[in-house]
Every structure is written in structure tokens, then in C-alpha cells.
């Protein structure tokens, strides 16, 4: 170590050149990091994670057309839209219409391309109007983020008093990155004026503070460019990546800068040269900066092993760790070996003055000596309690993130308002199947699923092929087609009502009649023919209602073959007439002309509403089989008057006996199409506050309107379905997590033993990645936190050589960080009303208080085992703390100071992060390391460095603990 050090002396300039012409290589030949993290994804979302699986599956339904990010045109006046802001859109709208396919656009949709979607694009408040723009690449594709730029500048020059904002995804992404830069700027400015603040302070000197600010400037600018570097070979960067480094370069290097500064300072008032001091320096505490800085690279290189990207992408600060412990290892020294004791001017080093010893520290190390029980116990039931204040929990939204003043966040609330903030996140699922579901039975179950999402109260509406823009198709409703078929049926019953009174009139009037009997009976064999005929034709009927599933078609046959008896008749009575003149005057005839006419008439219209019979008309089918009875009997009766010409006295009685009869048979069809009716009306009044039935006919699949939603919402082959929810609440919020479990759990219900065969479903959209996060965040939150400690654990083990003072520092941590949570918790969710702390924040909090909190511990600790001999545990204690609790304190508040800069970045997370860190911070350095700490080590004793005491080879100095410990002065 002397050797390196004085060689280190000697070639103090060219170390200095060395690192500056490093630093000049790196800024002009290394990768730009800020330029990879705009482009980078921010949520991590693993690649075998359901919303991915289920947005590559969705992608397949129409691939062409299916944009990778979108962006949403909110246009607003808060008295209402008017003519001229509706045409100013539309002129809009169709001049990005016509830049589809460069500039990165996709697609765009509007109410204007298609009238059908104004309700949807249109608020009912009439104050707000959307535009879909779809992109062609990711949202922080620099293409997609380009297009957003100039989406934003097209869209200027709107009508006075009207408001133009662009939200969605690719929107709020980039507003996202363009807060998280403006939070980068501002916390690098702070954290540079923080620091030289605190360390002119520190030193009280305008020179030593340049000294760790060289150090930590150099090894930042090579560090960035180190890991934008690292990134082509896999490794992960996100916005907070550079937040931390500067924040963990500044304060933890300024850290080991002073710890070597003070110490060279100190060295420097025991005599001898500069060369000497510096010797004396590395020697003593070299190996602390080591250790120390191994703590924080271990912490966060092991970060690496997380399987979260975001939580990953912490890894480059051991990069930077590194490259700071190199650069404070050489550069520092050089540069002290080149200002030497000008360093610290104004202020003179003179003999025997070192940096002073702490009054306060020298107070507690005195209380936690005689008293380290008692700290124990009071520390423990005061601080006890706060952690209780740590509920866990989390808060997923991105807006708050993002300054409100935004754009982006402006338009989203605008939709939200008159919308529902459901629409520009909803919630996409996609459902596969073994077999095709272009199906009227697939298609049905579709419709019983999306109608028991929608009874959901978290739900506001669903789209899916059945219901393409949100809606019940209500003509394919079972009420809907029993309303149709209630009104042929009064059609019908109408016709079969005047066909018998015809048939009641004819009957009365035969009776009476008088005339040529013998042309009578050629017209009556005629009419029995042909009534025959009529039966025949009612028979077909009987049996086209017997087969009422398949029979409609059938139905419809009959009538028409009815329709054309009906019309035989009509001309052979025609006929009769033509050849016997003289029975047109004749009444009976004219009235049984005018009555085939009506039963004509009749059964065209029963041909017409044939199609609406297929539900319920089986309960018609006695009544047909009778009115077939009936005209059966009434071409028998016919015959008889035909062949009784000669009695033709009974044969009217006869026949006037069948044609009563016949209208009886009628009367029996007209009741059982009233019962039909009733029963039908009876089906459809039930379904109030039920899902009402459906069905889809074969022949409706090849309606050009239903077939373009089927294509939208589902895959050519049929296997994949896209299912919309709109959600009721905020997608970002804890409500739209329990909604979308409900979501799963009535999907399956709905779909279990329905006509598709083994359905898949997969969630995606932001809701639903919310959900992933969640699970992934706090899985890998307790697994690379054991990681983090075992780390630290074996490198506080090396150091100390000891098992029992890194538990106690470890637990110490530990405690602290519960307590720092539960006081962070409280500030932000109970006195500012948060719905929690950001998802990543209490990670974070937890690494770096652990990371750099540790760090104390090892100042602490080193010199306590520094200044140890074997049966002076309180006074080696007392000394360690009296000599680096203004180390300690002065650490601890340039730290703390590096990450309140934090808190001025405007991003929620990061000033939630700052809070706690700087929370935590304060507590470590005084109560935990001022009386926690050093109470246990007390109470410990010689125990302190078992297993390893017995390596102790330094004889016992006599009346160690015998010694004075200083006292709390006032």
C-alpha cells in the first residue's frame, strides 16, 4: 500500500491527465444515455407475462391494421362544440388521414369516417370530441415519439376558446420521459449547489470542496458513458438510472472524499511531510473507503439478479460505485498531494490539531455506555409504534408522475370528465379457442358472456363482435324477434278471422240461395277440388309447424302453396263464371268471390310473417290439424251437394254444415295465435332485469355490418376473439384491480360448458399490467432484498472479522427502514391523501438506506475496531465516536442533501424516494448510529468479534475500560 501511495505521489499530474483525457474519451466515444432511456421501455414488463402473450395475440386478428401505440385528438369547449369547431376537426382529421403510412401514423378514426362511431367519440355533453390516431411503432420508438411531436405542432390554429390536447399511450410516454429530463436537469443543478454548500461548510475552505466535486463530476460523466455502453450487451436503463447515479455519485462519493480529507487533515497536524500524511491516510482508512464503497457495489450489483427490469436497470450504480472508488483511491490523492495543505486555506493545519472531536457524539457515546439497556428498551418502545404506520400501501398510476400541466395529463382528465377515464385505457382480453368461433352458437355464448360483464359495477361497457360498439344488437334478441312475430301473428289471425266469417256468410247464403241447381253442382265438384287442394295445403303447414326448429323455411312453403290454391280457386270461380254469365249477378257468388279474395289476401300476409313463426308457433299446431279437419269435412260436403244434386234440399244442408264447421276449424286457428301471441308477450315482458335471449340466424352471419365488427373483434380463422372493457373507474386505480379480477372470474363462469371448446383468456392494457406489476414488484422485491443483505452481510463479515456486529448493524438497518416507511407512509398518504406510495418507491427506499446506510456503519465500526484492544470495548466505542461523528453527521448530510434534490424533480416517485431516503438517513446517523449501534456493542462486550477474538495478537492495554469515558457536556 505505501508503495502505490508514494508512486501515487510522485506522479500526481500525470494521474490528473490521465483521468481528464478519460473523461474527454468518454464524452465524445461512448454511447449517449439519456438518448438510450428516451427510447427505452419504462414498465419492463416480462416478455412471458400474460399482457404481453395477450397483446402478440390480439396483434393476429388483424395484423395489418392492429397499431403498436396510439394517441388520442381531445378536442373541447366547456359551453359546447360548435359548427365551426366540428368542421375545423373534420379538416383535421382528413389531413392526417391523408398522411397515413409516413410520419409513423397507422390509422385514423373519427366520427367523420364513420357516422356510426359518434356516439362513441362524441361526449353526451356535447363539449368534447375525440380523434384515434394509431402508430406504427411502440411508443418510445423515436419515430412513434417524433410523430407525437409533430402531431402536436398540426394541431395549432384551433377556433378561439376551444382546447386541443393530445393524450394515450405514445402522449403520455413522452410527456413521461420530457418530466423525468426536466427532473433530471433541475436535481443535477441542485445536487452540485447542494453539495458545494454543504461542503463549504463542512470545511470552511473554497478550495477543499472543488477537491470532491473534480472526483465525482469525472466519475459520473465515465460512468454514463459506461453504461449506455453496457447496454447494448443487455443491460437495463430506465429514468430513474440516471437520478441515481448522481444522487449515489454525489452523496456516497463525497462521502469517501471526506472521510479521506478529514483524515489527511488530521495526519497533517501529527507532523511530517504531505507524502507522509497521505501514506498515513490510505493506511488507516484506504481499506474503509474500500469496504464502504463494496457495500453500495454489492448492493447494487446484485440488483442485477432481480427479474424486474425497472429494478434492474439499478445495476449501472455499481458501475458508477466502481468507477468513484477507482477515481477516489487515485484522483483524490492527487489532487490532495497537489494543493496539500493549501487545501483546506484560509484555515492553517497546525501541529497536533486534527478536525476536532464531537461534544454531542462524546454525550451519547457516554449514555449508550452506561446506559445501553435502557437506549435499547426506550428506542425500541418509542420507535416501535411508527412502523405500524406501514401499511404497504401502493399507488401504480403514471400520471402522477407527469407534471398535471401537461398536455397529455390534460387531455386524459378532459376524457375522463366527459367520458369516463375508462376509454383511453381499456381493458383488452383475448380469448382463444380449439375451434372456430365464426358460429351462431359461439357467437351466442360471446354475447351471454359480454352481457354478464356489463351487469358488473366496475364495468361501463364491452365491445366484442356482438356488440361492436358497445350495445346489444337488439335484433338479434329473442324479445326483439318475439315482438316481430307477435305482430304477424295479429296479421294472421286478422286473415284466418275474415277467411271464416267468409266461410260463415257462404254457409248462410248456400242455404238460401236459389238458382241452376245443375251449374251450381259443377261449381260445387269444382270447389270441392279444390278445397282439397286447400287441405293438402294446410297438412303441409301442420307438418312444417311440427318441425318448428328447422321449419320456418317450411312454413313459408305452405303458405305460399296455400297462396297458390287459394289463387286457383279464385280463377276457377273465374272461369265458372266466364263460362255461365249468368250467375255474375247471382249474390252468393259475389260474396264468395269477395271472400276468396280476403282468404287470399289473408294468407299472403301469412307468407310475409312466416319468417318470425320459428319460437313459439308448435302451440299453433292442434289448431292447424282442426282447421285441416274442417276443410277436410268442407270438400266433403262439397261433394255430397254435388253428387246430391238431386236431394239438393240436404245437400245445402250439408254443405252448409261443412262450411260451419270449416269456420269453426278457423275459429279453433284464430285462438290458438291469440294463445300464441299472449304467451309470446308473456316470454318477452319476463326478461325485465334478466339478460334477455338471443339468436342468429345462419343467413344474418353475411350481413355486411355484422361481418365487419366479426372481422375487427376476431381472427380470420376464427380461434382468436378481442374483447374491450371499459372500466368504471380509473385504470390506474385499486378498484380497476378488483374489477378486472372479477372480470376473470365471470369470463370463466360464462364460458364454462359453452359451445367454444377450451377457451384461453389473456389480459393486457394497462389495468391489467398493473395487476403483473404488482405481483412482479413485490416477488422480487423480497428475493433480491435477502440477496442485498447476504451481500452485505459477508462484506461486513470481512471487514470486521466478526458474525455478531453485522447482525446487530443489519438489524439496526432493518429497523430503521420500517420506521423510515412508516413515517413516509403517513406523510404521503394520510396528511396529503395519496392513494399510496408509488409501486417503486418503498424498493428503492429500502436498497439505498440499506446500501448507503451501511456505509456509516462501517465509519463507525472501522475505527471502533481500529482503536481496539482486548478488554477496552467502551472506550474503543467512545473513541470511534468521538472521532467520526462529525464524519458521520457531515456524510450523512451531503447524502441526504443529494437526494433532497430529488424532491425538486417534480417526478412523485422520486420525491417520494427523496423523502424517505433523507427520513431514513437522518435516523440512521443520529439515533441508530449515536446510540442503537454503540448501545448494542456495549452490551455485546468482548462478543463483538467472536468467532474471531482469539486472533486478537495486540496484548491488553491495562485499564482500558477503566478509562474516563467522556461525558454529555452541556
Not at 294446410?538 to 318448428?548: D, P, T, V
Not at 249477378?585 to 276468396?596: A, C, E, R, T, V
Request: proline share 4%.
Amino acid at each position: 500500500m505505501e508503495r502505490f501511495v508514494r508512486g501515487l505521489a510522485r506522479a500526481k499530474w500525470v494521474v490528473l491527465i490521465i483521468w481528464l483525457a478519460v473523461t474527454a474519451a468518454a464524452m465524445f466515444g461512448l454511447p449517449d444515455l439519456q438518448g438510450i432511456v428516451r427510447q427505452t421501455e419504462q414498465k419492463f414488463i416480462p416478455a412471458d407475462s400474460e399482457s404481453v402473450v395477450a397483446k402478440q395475440l390480439l396483434e393476429r386478428i388483424d395484423p395489418e391494421s392492429t397499431p403498436k401505440s396510439s394517441a388520442i385528438i381531445v378536442y373541447s369547449r366547456a359551453e359546447g362544440l360548435t359548427d365551426s369547431d366540428r368542421s375545423w376537426l373534420k379538416d383535421k382529421a382528413s389531413e392526417l388521414s391523408a398522411e397515413k403510412g409516413g410520419e409513423g401514423i397507422k390509422s385514423v378514426t373519427s366520427a367523420y369516417d364513420n357516422p356510426d362511431l359518434a356516439v362513441k367519440f362524441r361526449s353526451k355533453d356535447g363539449t368534447t370530441e375525440l380523434v384515434m390516431i394509431g402508430f406504427e411503432r411502440p411508443e418510445n420508438d423515436t419515430v412513434t415519439q417524433e410523430a407525437v411531436e409533430k402531431l402536436g405542432g398540426a394541431l395549432s390554429g384551433a377556433p378561439s376558446g376551444s382546447d386541443v390536447y393530445l393524450t394515450g399511450s405514445a402522449p403520455i410516454s413522452k410527456d413521461f420521459q420530457s418530466s423525468s429530463e426536466e427532473g433530471l436537469r433541475k436535481t443535477e443543478l441542485l445536487t452540485v449547489a447542494l453539495v458545494l454548500i454543504i461542503l463549504l461548510i463542512v470545511f470552511r475552505s473554497p478550495i477543499a470542496p472543488f477537491i470532491p466535486l473534480v472526483t465525482i463530476g469525472i466519475s459520473l460523466v465515465i460512468t454514463r458513458g459506461l453504461v449506455a455502453l453496457a447496454t447494448e450487451y443487455g443491460m437495463p436503463v430506465s429514468s430513474f438510472t440516471e437520478s441515481f447515479l448522481i444522487a449515489v455519485l454525489f452523496g456516497a462519493g463525497t462521502d469517501y472524499c471526506i472521510l479521506l480529507i478529514q483524515r489527511y487533515r488530521e495526519e497533517l497536524s501529527q507532523g511530517g511531510s504531505k507524502e507522509d500524511a497521505l501514506v498515513r491516510t490510505m493506511r488507516n482508512v484506504g481499506k474503509t473507503v474500500v469496504f464502504s464503497a463494496s457495500t453500495v457495489f454489492v448492493a447494487f450489483f446484485l440488483i442485477g439478479f432481480a427479474q424486474f427490469g425497472l429494478y434492474q436497470s439499478a445495476v449501472g450504480v455499481s458501475i458508477g460505485v466502481a468507477v468513484t472508488l477507482a477515481a477516489g483511491l487515485t484522483l483524490t490523492p492527487a489532487l490532495l498531494m497537489i494543493f496539500g495543505k493549501a487545501t483546506f486555506w484560509p484555515t492553517k493545519v497546525q501541529s497536533g490539531q486534527g478536525h476536532g472531536e464531537s461534544k454531542l457524539w462524546a454525550g451519547m457515546a457516554s449514555l449508550a455506555a452506561r446506559r445501553p439497556v435502557a437506549v435499547l428498551l426506550v428506542t425500541v418502545i418509542l420507535l416501535a409504534p411508527v412502523t405500524l404506520l406501514f401499511e404497504g400501501k401502493r399507488s401504480f398510476d403514471d400520471l402522477a408522475e407527469i407534471d398535471p400541466s401537461h398536455g397529455s395529463v390534460q387531455g386524459f382528465r378532459q376524457v375522463e370528465r366527459s367520458f369516463g377515464s375508462g376509454e383511453v385505457f381499456p381493458l383488452s382480453i383475448s380469448l382463444t379457442s380449439e375451434s372456430s368461433m365464426r358460429t351462431p352458437e359461439a357467437l351466442a355464448a360471446l354475447e351471454i358472456a359480454s352481457a354478464n360483464l356489463a351487469r358488473l359495477e366496475g364495468v361501463q361497457e364491452v365491445r366484442s363482435p356482438v356488440r361492436p360498439l358497445g350495445e346489444q344488437l337488439t335484433d338479434l334478441t329473442v324479445t326483439s324477434q318475439l315482438t316481430k312475430t307477435s305482430s304477424v301473428l295479429e296479421q294472421l289471425k286478422s286473415g284466418v278471422d275474415q277467411i271464416g266469417g267468409g266461410l260463415t256468410a257462404a254457409s248462410n247464403e248456400i242455404a238460401l240461395g236459389e238458382g241452376d241447381i245443375g251449374k251450381l253442382t259443377n261449381g260445387l265438384r269444382m270447389m270441392s277440388t279444390q278445397t282439397v287442394k286447400a287441405q293438402e295445403g294446410l297438412k303441409q303447414i301442420h307438418s312444417g309447424l311440427q318441425q318448428s326448429s328447422k321449419g320456418a323455411g317450411q312454413l313459408a312453403a305452405g303458405l305460399s302453396q296455400s297462396a297458390d290454391v287459394s289463387a286457383s280457386l279464385g280463377a276457377d270461380l273465374h272461369k265458372l263464371l266466364e263460362a255461365h254469365p249468368e250467375l255474375k249477378d247471382d249474390i252468393n257468388m259475389q260474396m264468395l268471390l269477395g271472400k276468396q279474395k280476403g282468404l287470399a289476401d289473408g294468407l299472403a300476409k301469412l307468407e310475409q310473417g312466416a319468417s318470425g313463426l320459428k319460437q313459439g308457433l308448435g302451440q299453433i299446431t292442434p289448431a292447424i290439424s282442426q282447421a285441416a279437419a274442417g276443410l277436410g269435412q268442407l270438400a266433403s260436403g262439397q261433394q255430397q251437394a254435388a253428387d246430391g244434386a238431386n236431394k239438393l234440399s240436404s245437400g245445402l244442408v250439408e254443405l252448409t254444415g261443412g262450411l260451419k264447421e270449416g269456420a269453426k276449424g278457423l275459429a279453433d286457428i284464430s285462438g290458438g295465435l291469440s294463445a300464441v301471441n299472449e304467451a309470446q308477450q308473456g316470454i318477452a315482458g319476463s326478461g325485465e332485469g334478466q339478460i334477455p335471449g338471443w339468436y342468429l340466424p345462419k343467413e344474418a352471419l353475411d350481413d355486411p355490418k355484422l361481418q365487419q365488427a366479426i372481422d375487427y373483434y376476431m381472427s380470420k380463422d376464427g380461434l382468436t376473439v378481442k374483447l374491450e372493457v371499459i372500466l368504471a373507474e380509473n385504470p390506474y386505480s385499486a378498484e380497476a384491480l378488483t374489477t378486472v379480477g372479477q372480470i376473470r372470474e365471470m369470463l370463466k363462469q360464462s364460458l364454462a360448458g359453452s359451445s367454444i371448446g377450451k377457451p384461453e383468456l389473456n389480459f393486457s392494457g394497462t389495468t391489467a399490467q398493473i395487476g403483473e406489476l404488482k405481483d412482479i414488484s413485490r416477488n422480487d422485491f423480497t428475493r433480491t432484498g435477502t440477496l442485498v443483505l447476504v451481500g452485505i452481510f459477508i462484506v461486513l463479515m470481512l471487514l470486521l472479522r466478526s458474525i455478531l456486529a453485522p447482525l446487530y448493524v443489519l438489524l439496526s438497518l432493518g429497523f430503521n427502514y420500517l420506521v423510515t416507511m412508516g413515517i413516509v407512509e403517513f406523510i404521503f398518504v394520510h396528511l396529503l391523501g395519496k392513494p399510496g406510495l408509488s409501486w417503486s418507491a418503498s424498493f428503492f427506499v429500502f436498497l439505498i438506506i440499506v446500501a448507503l446506510g451501511v456505509d456509516y456503519s462501517i465509519f463507525l465500526m472501522a475505527r471502533f475496531k481500529e482503536e481496539y484492544r482486548p478488554g477496552g470495548i467502551v472506550y474503543a466505542m467512545s473513541k470511534a465516536m468521538t472521532t467520526t461523528g462529525g464524519v458521520i453527521i457531515s456524510a450523512a448530510v451531503i447524502m441526504g442533501g443529494t437526494f433532497a434534490a430529488l424532491m425538486m424533480s417534480g417526478v412523485n416517485t422520486l420525491l417520494q424516494i427523496g423523502a424517505g431516503i433523507v427520513i431514513g438517513l437522518v435516523l440512521y446517523s443520529t439515533v441508530f448510529m449515536g446510540l442503537v449501534v454503540p448501545a448494542m456493542a456495549n452490551l455485546i462486550g468482548e462478543a463483538n468479534w467472536w468467532p474471531f477474538n482469539k486472533r486478537q495478537s495486540e496484548p491488553a492495554k491495562q485499564d482500558y475500560n477503566a478509562k474516563e469515558v467522556p461525558a454529555i457536556e452541556s
